[in-house]
């Protein structure tokens, strides 16, 4: 008798074709037979609705979080059952017990525990905290780079770029699926390409990732298109474009103009993959986006407040409404609040993004889904953190037709695990990995709102981690069955 059938259900199997109506048979944590199964210990009445691979969060920030919130609700509940951690430059590893990694990365880590130096450590560390979901890991830059020579503004000397070298060979030696980066933030952003170029080179050997938070995503949105391009092909390795956007009004729309150079580059044979978030604000450490002597009041007046714990009450805020209560410019709100003692690890919301483009990148299809979630549940967290998922099933798919469903689920499953070296998940296929979401496809729709973010979303029924049932109908089950993925090789400690 095999363990767990879902029966009577649309299988929509990853590739982007058709769905089939058929049972799906899991047994010891694998598809075992999709078609007619026979009796299984544990039986699902799927009533007809959709079962698709685990969907796979592309851009997440979840190092952490694996630490502090095993359960992994947030990302669960979407019917998200992988994560690729280790974004925009900031990852866990590789740490220094004697410096506090989570200070440098402005709170982004926050959550890790535990002594860890390297992968292998980080990977034990967190699998005992039992996660609910599997987790994959990049090496990033801002870390490597603090290791290596703190916040020093300057180039790289050769010795620091060995140590460098060193850090992300080690972390690819041990399963990373490539070397991410951060270049607006502190301190990618004093880094020349060359630095770049020689350290995404590091991942040729391995044929992994170079991902990136381009330098720029505004006014110089092409020039920073153009250097990611330019560190693939001198690199020689696969790029990944992260939540790929127009940001400021001045300059929405240019994300036709930047896709068509991914696709001058993707039809002139160069390996090319991006994501995207389906919101129109972005959100991160405030800090790094205000000048502290020339505030932009632009942006400013855009502004709302995510987490702040020098002023609590501010959470959930638009900065212009706090400085119209206090008969204060908003530029000094801004100064006020990140001059404050702990004012610097204040993560804010801002709306900077046309909604327009969201459909023009959805429409690409090399376009993932990244919810680049930062996953502080204290005050009021971006609401993609809860609804990424669901939102571009239900309004991108359902409601505005921006894509169809198969393409969808493509883009969430076997585009990813294909890309991100996951050789035996993202499609429902005998003997893969039983990476499972049971969803209703009239039904899903995001709950999360910028006022009332912590919402678990509608129409996921049933969330399948590795062969046992981890979510159902609203019920986190805590079975705590999540892996540690390394790239194209089976999970730590298998
Ligand atoms: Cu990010
Ligand atoms: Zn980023």
Request: negative net charge.
């Amino acid at each position: 008798m095999i363990d767990l059938a879902i029966r009577n259900v649309k299988v929509l199997d990853g590739s982007g074709s058709q769905s089939i109506e058929a049972d799906v048979g899991i047994h010891e944590g694998h598809i075992h037979s999709i078609g007619t199964v026979g009796v299984a210990g544990t039986e699902i009445d799927g009533q007809g609705k959709c079962v698709a691979p685990g969907l796979i969060d592309t851009h997440a920030h979840d190092d952490g979080a694996f630490f502090r919130h095993p359960g992994m609700e947030f990302k669960l509940a979407q019917g998200v059952t992988t994560v690729v951690s280790g974004n925009c430059g900031f990852s866990a590893i590789p740490a220094d017990p004697d410096k506090d990694s989570v200070a440098a990365s402005g709170g982004i880590l926050a959550g890790l525990e535990g002594e860890f130096t390297d992968l292998d450590g980080y990977f034990q560390a967190a699998l005992s905290k039992h996660p609910a979901i599997n987790n994959l890991m990049l090496v990033g830059h801002n870390t490597v780079r603090t290791l290596a020579m703190g916040m020093a503004q300057r180039e790289s000397t050769k010795d620091e770029l060995d140590v460098m070298r060193g850090h992300v060979e080690q972390a690819l030696e041990q399963g990373a699926c490539g070397f991410s980066t951060g270049l607006i933030y502190r301190p990618g952003r004093w880094s020349q390409t060359e630095e770049i170029i020689e350290l995404a080179r590091m991942a040729k050997p391995f044929d992994a990732l170079y991902t990136t938070h381009m330098r720029n995503e505004g006014d110089q949105l092409l020039e920073a298109v153009e250097e990611t391009l330019q560190i693939g092909r001198a690199a020689d390795v696969h790029v990944h474009i992260s939540h790929h956007k127009s940001a400021g009004r001045a300059n929405w729309g240019k994300v036709k103009e930047s896709l068509a150079k991914v696709d001058a580059a993707l039809a002139a044979g160069q390996r090319v993959t991006l994501d995207v978030y389906p919101y129109t604000a972005g959100s991160g450490r405030m800090i790094e986006y205000f000048n502290l002597d020339r505030i932009n009041r632009g942006l400013a007046e855009v502004i709302r407040i995510a987490s702040c714990s020098a002023f609590r009450e501010f959470e959930g805020r638009m900065v212009v409404d706090i400085a119209a209560e206090r008969n204060m410019d908003v530029t000094e709100v801004v100064k006020m609040i990140l001059t404050a003692p702990r004012g610097d690890r204040t993560i804010c919301i801002h709306f900077i993004i046309d909604e327009a483009d969201i459909e023009t990148n959805l429409a690409h299809r090399d376009m993932m889904v990244g919810s680049d979630g930062i996953p502080d549940l204290r005050g009021k967290p971006h609401p993609r953190l809860f609804g990424t998922f669901p939102r571009v099933l239900g309004r991108y798919v359902r409601e505005r037709g921006v894509l169809a469903l198969e393409e969808a689920v493509r883009r969430m499953t076997s585009l990813p695990a294909r890309t991100f070296g996951l050789i035996d998940r993202g499609l429902i296929k005998e003997g893969n990995w039983a990476d499972l979401v049971l969803f209703d496809p009239d039904v899903v729709i995001d709950k999360a709102t910028y006022d009332d973010p912590k919402q678990e979303p509608d129409g996921i029924e049933l969330v399948v981690v590795n062969g046992r049932i981890a979510y159902d109908k609203g019920t986190h089950t805590g079975i705590g069955s999540g892996k540690m993925l390394r790239y194209r090789r089976s999970a730590f400690g298998d």
